[in-house]
Antibody
Framework: QVQLQESGPGLVKPSETLSLTCTVS????????WSWLRQPAGKGLEWIGR???????NYNPSLKSRVTMSVDTSKNQFSLNLTSVTAADTAVYYCVRGPRSSSGWFDPWGQGALVTVSS | QSVLTQPPSVSGAPGQRVTISCTGSSSNIGAGYDVHWYQQFPGTAPKLLIY???NRPSGVPDRFSGSKSGTSASLAITGLQAGDEADYFC????????????FGGGTKLTVL
């Protein structure tokens, strides 16, 4: 059974870069699609972007200018970089598998990593 | 402002049936994209509850069911239990112009 675990700094300063890594266990990262989503406290879910195990990416247009995702198949990991962060980027960040298609879903989910943007 | 619209809250007594609506548009749900539902307990990650409009992953009780019609979808929960109290989110695709997977704002289910 595939499991995902986020890791990275819990506190990031404004204007700096948020970096998170997701480690996939219980299965291979290839071939598959992997996404990052986030959820501000008390609010809804936002899809950030998707990376395929080959490295191809799709990003949320509203975040595209600040987002980079990558895959390291040798470590069974994929990563998120979000530049020029502000307080509005404070949220719980989830790594998830999927979606495989436009009608696809997200499953399973990592436990989530709280990232706070503050000086 | 979420692309998909859900009621902020619903409630029901134990044993009752409740439904949660998810309203989209001709660009997303109405364009034929599937709707999926997630259940989230406080402090935990969302969990897939219904996929492909009306399919339950292994382990999800048949008390949970989904449906889709036109530009909307619904999640129904029968035989309501205290343990069903959680937040529920719908999800679909925003359409080829948006290039985005989108969610509803979430519905808090309270079991009275």
């Amino acid at each position: 059974q595939v499991q995902l675990q986020e890791s990275g700094p819990g506190l990031v300063k404004p204007s700096e870069t948020l970096s998170l890594t997701c480690t996939v266990s219980g299965g291979s990262i290839s071939p598959n699609f992997w996404s990052w989503l986030r959820q501000p406290a008390g609010k809804g879910l936002e899809w950030i972007g998707r990376v395929y195990s080959s490295g191809s990416t799709n990003y949320n247009p509203s975040l595209k200018s600040r987002v980079t995702m990558s895959v390291d198949t040798s470590k069974n990991q994929f990563s998120l970089n979000l530049t020029s962060v502000t307080a509005a980027d404070t949220a719980v960040y989830y790594c998830v598998r999927g979606p495989r298609s436009s009608s696809g879903w997200f499953d399973p989910w990592g436990q989530g990593a709280l990232v706070t943007v503050s000086s | 402002q979420s692309v998909l619209t859900q009621p902020p809250s619903v409630s029901g007594a134990p044993g009752q049936r409740v439904t949660i609506s998810c309203t989209g548009s001709s660009s997303n749900i109405g364009a034929g994209y599937d709707v999926h539902w997630y259940q989230q307990f406080p402090g935990t990650a969302p969990k897939l509850l219904i996929y492909g409009n009306n399919n339950r992953p292994s382990g999800v009780p048949d008390r949970f069911s989904g449906s889709k019609s036109g530009t909307s979808a619904s999640l129904a929960i029968t035989g309501l239990q205290a343990g069903d109290e959680a937040d529920y989110f719908c999800q679909s695709y925003g359409g080829s112009l948006s290039g985005n997977w989108v969610f509803g704002g979430g519905t808090k289910l309270t079991v009275l």
